[in-house]
């Protein structure tokens, strides 16, 4: 596994260890101690995944995880947070982080969590290279160039929210359950999360729809979850 991770970390000790596992997958492996550092790292490119400590000193790691995202490049990202409340969970999640980890965590545990990034991130690599534009009566995806247009015009996607559209628009018709999408879209099957999916939706629906109570892409299965309107494939 030839990949180059960026661990952000200001514990010097973890990160040490941290690096000497991953280095043990075949990683190449860097570590900076400050999120402004990371950030301009991060930047540079040529980064396979970031290990992102939450409490950094200066910017923290919530906002350097919302300031990557907002980037059109997407590397993955795994936080370590030592918060144990579901909120700061949920928060690090709907900011766009890939996975997280609660300190303390086992080695074991975050090499397993490494490993299923990186397949996850093998997988789109492979269904999505080379992939056609997308075009629904009105609604353009083009996932080259993770662009999309609403009848000519740009919208402004994050990057989940991208992910999360084109998983429907490569499959209409096709009924997926909030589980499915967590583990298609974000990488993890947690229980309980399941209003990461329902808040995505919402913002999707917000961009893309004239009424977003009356979608026409996005369509709500009730009971069993959400699909891509296949009456305009």
Not at 18 to 37: I, K, N, P
Not at 143 to 165: I, N, S, Y
């Amino acid at each position: 596994m030839s990949r180059r991770i960026l661990v952000v970390e200001d514990n010097a000790d973890l990160a040490r260890l941290v690096s000497l596992h991953l280095r043990d997958l075949g990683c190449q492996v860097e570590s900076v101690d400050d999120g402004a550092t990371a950030l301009a790292r991060a930047r540079a490119g040529d980064i396979d995944l970031i290990v992102l400590d939450l409490m950094l000193p200066g910017m923290d790691g919530l906002e350097l995880c919302r300031q990557l995202r907002g980037e059109r490049s997407y590397t993955p990202i795994l936080m370590l947070t030592a918060k144990s409340s579901e909120l700061d969970r949920v928060v690090g999640l709907e900011v766009g982080a890939d996975d997280y980890l609660t300190k303390p965590f086992s080695i074991r545990e975050l090499l397993a969590r490494v490993k299923a990034i990186f397949r996850r991130m093998e997988a789109i690599a492979g269904e999505l290279a080379p992939a056609r534009p997308l075009r629904f009566d009105g609604l353009h995806v083009d996932p080259d160039k993770r662009e999309v247009r609403l009848e000519g015009r740009p919208v402004d996607l994050t990057a989940k929210e991208f992910d999360l559209l084109l998983q429907f628009a490569s499959h209409p018709g096709r009924v997926y359950t909030r589980s499915q999408l967590l583990d298609l879209v974000w990488g993890y099957s947690h229980s309980g999360y399941e209003h990461t999916v329902n808040s995505h939706i919402n913002r999707l629906r917000r961009k893309l729809e004239e009424e977003a109570t009356q979608p026409r892409y996005i369509l709500t299965v009730w009971g069993v979850g959400y699909k891509f309107n296949d009456a305009l494939a």
